[in-house]
């Protein structure tokens, strides 16, 4: 079990200034779990994502991957070592087509980058590796498809393909059914369930409806700390989740998901 | 459809290569010489296209490595005999290559328009180095007496001071330098240039450490200045300070916005429209005493080119094609 352990954050923390925008936060992220960090908007939940992710560097505190310590690490080294994330604002290359979109995240493994004989569009491993991700990601019908004429909920997979394409073990997901509609959110369910075997997944999202199908284990973050970690039964019956987090926000969820 | 596509694209090329081929025997001395001008220009204006078009890097210093090349070829060419082609050219782009790496791996922590002021700080510092030093001759600039020959033993391959080799010395770089920007724009690394363009939090967070391909690109470009430089002062026989201050690094943006940027025709496309524009209006025949203030006219023109045709000359096809789709029954 403790092989599992593929991502482990200790004691982290992020200043901005004066502000503590994540403050000595743990998590583990274990192979084969589908781990949610929910909070209000403002609690650290997308700093913690990017100093998970060495987007941003920590204030203190260490980040494990594979039980190497990765936190002097820049973020291109972590995603090389096996870390794929998504952002709140979907970033794909909106000119491209689905397949080159993912073809060029793949490349990242295997970069030979000043071989100038070969064409890109012809490099095996890459294309192989796009291949299966856009399957995966099950966008098979949309692979010849300019990017940017995508419905919303397809570019979300979309981002979640060009991440399958650099063969991660950790996803670091930070909302991704934000803006999507009944159907697109069953879809995208759908997907995360059949990539949780393989893969460890870190999930930031509002839609409690979704957090309490999916996730094993939910972090509750408040003002940058962590006020309770447990599976979905414990978290629901916490007093301090309650009335902090929870009762706050107890409207259908179907509601609270904005355009 | 794949092979029309094709077509349409390897068509004009073909037909620009025909025409700059036979030039030298259907123009006068004059628009030959000129030509040798704008194909200089060109090969300048496509080192730059590589990092504006393709990787997103508004560089405003690019005359730099432009003149510090046309400034080395001066320099170290003997003033008795002529260099040889074999040492002089590589030497002189490996000092643009490396001018251009350190200046990159300066100015590329840098974005946007502190990139764009770094870049230009940069230049400005390289064009008093040439003006202000004694060794460069001073605002006065410095001469090239004899012009560098490629021969083995006594038999001379190519002699630069020979008009009509020159032109082919040119054309065969310009072709060289566009066909090599193609492989790059087709292979890996030119696919990674463009994905930094697009979304480089997206490149990164996929794992490319993105500094080091835009210091490539930054070197590549600089060193592709520098075949330009280096034709420039051959040509010439004369460099000064002039070829690299700002407005020499203003002049190659204006190429490259003028043809579209993204393309490397339209950087070809632009240096040959601003070389025809400035004549145009530099012609006493013409346009009487206006013409010493060419640059007013040119101005506006430039003005009215951008804004009617927002990707260039080259992007006005595929602009007039959505204009009549948006418009069914306007033809």
């Given amino acids: 079990m403790l092989d599992d352990i593929l991502l482990a954050a200790s004691n982290i923390s992020r200043r901005f200034g004066g502000l503590t925008a994540v403050d000595r936060v743990s998590l583990t992220l274990v192979r084969g779990e589908v781990h949610a960090v929910i909070g209000t908007n403002g609690a650290g939940k997308s700093t913690l994502v990017n100093v998970l992710a060495g987007e941003l560097p920590p204030s203190s505190g260490r980040v494990h991957l594979h039980g190497r310590d990765v936190t002097r690490w820049s973020q291109p080294r972590r995603a090389r070592g096996g870390i794929g994330r998504t952002y709140q604002r979907t970033t794909i290359f909106p000119r491209s087509t689905v397949f080159e979109n993912c073809r060029l995240t793949a490349q990242a493994n295997h970069q030979h980058a000043l071989n100038l004989r070969s064409a890109a569009a012809h490099c095996g491993e890459s294309t192989g590796l796009a291949d299966r991700a856009i399957e995966q990601a099950g966008l098979t019908g949309q692979t010849h498809r300019v990017a940017g004429t995508l419905s919303h909920g397809q570019k979300r997979q979309l981002e979640i393909a060009m991440c399958l394409a650099t063969a991660p073990q950790v996803l670091l997901l930070d909302e991704p059914l934000a803006g999507m509609g009944a159907e697109e959110t069953e879809r995208m369910l759908g997907l995360l369930a059949a990539l949780k075997p393989g893969h460890a997944i870190l999930l930031v999202e509002h839609d409690m409806d979704a957090v309490f199908r999916i996730a094993d284990r939910i972090t509750v973050m408040v003002n940058g700390t962590v006020i309770a970690t447990g599976d979905p039964v414990d978290i629901r019956r916490n007093a301090d989740v309650q009335t902090a987090y929870l009762g706050e926000i107890d409207v259908p969820p179907a509601a609270a998901i904005t355009a | ?331």
Avoid at chain 2, 243 to 266: D, E, F, P
Wanted: charged letters at 10%.
């Fill in chain 2, 1 to 331: 459809m794949r092979i029309n596509a094709a077509l349409s694209n390897a068509l004009p090329l073909a037909a620009a290569c025909a025409l700059l081929a036979v030039f030298p025997f259907v123009g006068g001395k004059f628009y030959v010489d000129l030509m040798v001008t704008t194909m200089i220009l060109g090969i300048f204006a496509l080192s730059l296209e590589l990092l504006v078009g393709r990787t997103g890097l508004v560089s405003f210093g690019h005359a730099a490595f432009f003149g510090i090349a046309a400034y080395a070829t001066a320099l170290l060419s003997p003033q008795a005999d002529a260099a040889s082609i074999a040492w002089l050219l590589p030497a002189v782009l490996a000092i643009a290559t490396l001018a251009a790496l350190a200046v990159g791996a300066l100015s590329l922590r840098t974005r946007g328009i502190y990139f764009i002021m770094v870049t230009l700080a940069f230049a400005q510092m390289a064009y008093f180095v040439f003006h202000d030093m004694k060794f460069a001759g001073g605002s006065d600039g410095r001469y090239l007496y004899v012009k560098p020959v490629l021969a083995i033993g006594r038999v001379t391959l190519i002699d630069l001071d020979r008009p009509l080799t020159f032109y082919y010395v040119t054309f065969a770089a310009l072709v060289l330098v566009y066909a090599l920007l193609a492989a790059v724009g087709r292979a890996r690394f030119g696919h990674a240039l463009a994905g930094i363009k697009a979304n480089e939090q997206r490149m990164r967070a996929a794992g490319f450490s993105t500094y080091p391909y835009k210091l490539a690109a930054f070197g590549l470009a600089g060193a592709l200045a520098g075949v330009a430089g280096f034709l420039y002062a051959v040509k010439d026989g004369f460099v000064n300070p002039e070829i690299l201050a700002w407005h020499q690094s203003g002049t190659v943006l204006l190429m490259l916005i003028l043809g579209g940027i993204g393309t490397l025709r339209g950087a070809v496309v632009g240096a040959f429209l601003f070389v025809v524009l400035k004549e145009l209006f530099q012609s006493e025949a013409l346009f009487g005493g206006l013409a010493r203030h060419w640059q007013l006219p040119l101005g506006l023109t430039i003005i009215a080119c951008v804004a009617l045709m927002p990707n260039g000359v080259t992007g006005l096809p595929a602009q007039l094609r959505s204009l009549r789709t948006a418009v069914p029954h306007a033809g």
